[in-house]
Structure formats: C-alpha cells, structure tokens
Nanobody
Framework: VQLVESGGGLVQAGGSLRLSCTASGSTFSIKNMGWYRQAPGKQRELVAR????????NYADSVKGRFTISRDNAKNTMYLQMNSLKPEDTAVYYC?????????????WGQGTQVTVSS
C-alpha cells in the first residue's frame, strides 16, 4: 500500500485547507485511517482518525470543531478539511493506514505534506 498526501500549503490564520490522502496497492485491505502532524521540535501527534466504514471519528481536542475527517472508499481517498486555521496548526501532516495482510496488520505512512499558517 502506498499513501500520498496533497493539499498542503501556506495560508493565513483563519483560512482553510483541505488535505487529501490517496491510497494505491492493496486498498481492499485498508481498515482504520488517520491524520497525524509533527511540528518542528515536537513529537508526532494524532489529529483525527476514522474507521473503515466512517462510522466512528475521533479528534484531538485542539482541532475539535475546526477540522473534519472523512473518506471515500470508492476513491481510496481520505480527507481532512481544516477550517479556522491557527499558527499553532503549522506542521507536517501525515496520513496513516492500518492494513490487514495475510501476515497480520501493518501500519503504512505517507510522506507528509507541509501546512504553514501565518499570523
């Protein structure tokens, strides 16, 4: 499974961005997916995650009410709609997928996309 993020960029505080994560390969084996971010000098942290059927979503407290995670399994794509962006949202955003293989579950990561929010 390969994951490719897109949609990052530079935006002013209060603005919006929509990130996409498109999967290829054994996409029928993808289960839960999530968005993580890592700011300079900080550990990677969970932003939001979503189950395979989109029935359950979870968000970090810092993004609740501003970010929305979704996925379109027909397009093998997960999204992160980010509204009311703040400078503290500046980070590299990564998507992660849990893939069930014959040898067991495996985690896959994308290469990341930079999000920069200016004040």
């Amino acid at each position: 499974v390969q994951l490719v993020e897109s949609g990052g960029g530079l935006v002013q505080a209060g603005g919006s961005l929509r990130l996409s994560c498109t999967a290829s390969g054994s996409t029928f084996s993808i289960k839960n997916m999530g968005w993580y971010r890592q700011a300079p000098g900080k550990q990677r942290e969970l932003v939001a995650r979503i189950t395979s059927g989109s029935d359950t979503t979870n968000y970090a407290d810092s993004v609740k009410g501003r970010f929305t995670i979704s996925r379109d399994n027909a397009k093998n794509t997960m999204y992160l709609q980010m509204n009311s962006l703040k400078p503290e949202d500046t980070a590299v955003y990564y998507c992660k997928a849990v893939v069930v293989l014959t040898i067991g579950p495996r985690l896959y990561w994308g290469q990341g996309t930079q999000v920069t929010v200016s004040s």
